[in-house]
């Protein structure tokens, strides 16, 4: 039963027997109300299916609730069976089939443990999303909140420049997707200035396929100035792709206006090289000088 037996409740055999003076508020009031988030209480059938019949149905979606439902209750044999369910279920190098079912089951448990406040397992699965994070597609942990999100970017091995660029698209990617679009008028978005830093804290090389994004949301946010620096190397080294369309166009738009301007006598204003109100005056000028550096470098190795 629930207060007997080997596979018994501790909270309950406390509860029905009163065993010393438990000190349970419930024992005292002699009623028991037990408030239950919808994955523990669609798990609640497998707890009572364990301690009346020694059964456990168990599944990546209830484990971390049967695992908080087993502390909860002070049941020691159910979170010893979820305890060895889990470990199972973390284990696998990246790439290996136990691995591809650890990456997949990591994020749903990471979100499962921080609801229960699990945080020892939530620290754990953290550790294995990190593992896998590089190795798997752009927005893999996606559907997990900011901080969670924040916490598998920290646990990342991020020691080299490729390890650092393959980050900064995962980055990029999970702001992208939980960010508003820009000129949006509503809440403030999800992921502040504070946490877009922390999410970019490691990076020391940004991806050229991710470098336009992440500056336009530091910029966006006002702030990030670190990662304004990396985006503008990266963007610099890129000149040919991406700066330099866009100074030929500015340059085709300020040449339109001056011949206009040559039949009213006004010369226009003066011309701002990525387009006015695209890029602050010191952001513009970062970017031209790394991209006049690798030019200068890529016209020499030409002429050697």
Not at 13 to 31: I, P
Not at 165 to 187: C, E, Q, R, T
């Amino acid at each position: 039963t629930l207060a007997t037996g080997v596979r018994r409740s501790e909270y309950f055999a406390r509860l029905f027997t009163g065993a010393g003076t438990s000190g349970l508020v419930e024992n005292v009031q002699g009623s028991s109300t037990i408030p239950l988030e919808p994955s523990a209480a669609n798990a609640f059938p497998a707890f009572l299916d364990f301690v009346y019949k020694g059964e456990l149905t168990i599944s990546d979606a209830s484990a971390m609730a049967l695992r908080h439902l087993a502390e909860y209750f002070f049941n020691r044999p159910l979170y010893d069976q979820v305890t060895t369910y889990l470990q199972s279920a973390l284990k696998g190098a990246p790439g290996s089939e136990a691995g591809k079912r650890a990456a997949s089951s990591a994020p749903l448990f990471l979100a499962e443990a921080h609801l229960y406040a699990l945080d020892k397992a939530a620290g754990v699965c953290a550790k294995v999303c990190a593992t896998h994070l590089l190795t798997r597609d752009l927005g893999y942990c996606g559907d997990l909140a900011p901080p969670l999100y924040l916490r598998v970017v920290e646990a990342v091995e991020c020691t080299s420049p490729e390890q650092s660029i393959a980050l900064s698209d995962h980055v990029a990617a999970f702001v992208n997707a939980h960010s508003p679009p820009l000129g949006f008028l509503g809440p403030l978005p999800l992921i502040d200035v504070t946490m877009l830093e922390s999410l970019t804290a490691k990076l020391t090389a940004v991806s050229a396929d991710s470098a336009l994004d992440l500056l336009g949301h530091a910029l966006a946010r006002k702030g990030a100035q670190r990662l304004q620096s990396e985006c503008a190397k990266t963007i610099g080294a890129k000149w040919e792709g991406g700066l330099l369309p866009t100074i030929v166009s500015s340059l085709t738009i300020v040449s339109s206006l001056k011949d206009q301007g040559s039949a009213s006598g006004d010369q226009g204003s003066e011309w701002t090289p990525l387009g006015a109100g695209t890029y602050p005056a010191g952001l513009q000028f970062s970017l031209l000088s790394h991209a006049l550096v690798h030019a200068s470098t890529e016209l020499k190795d030409l002429r050697s």
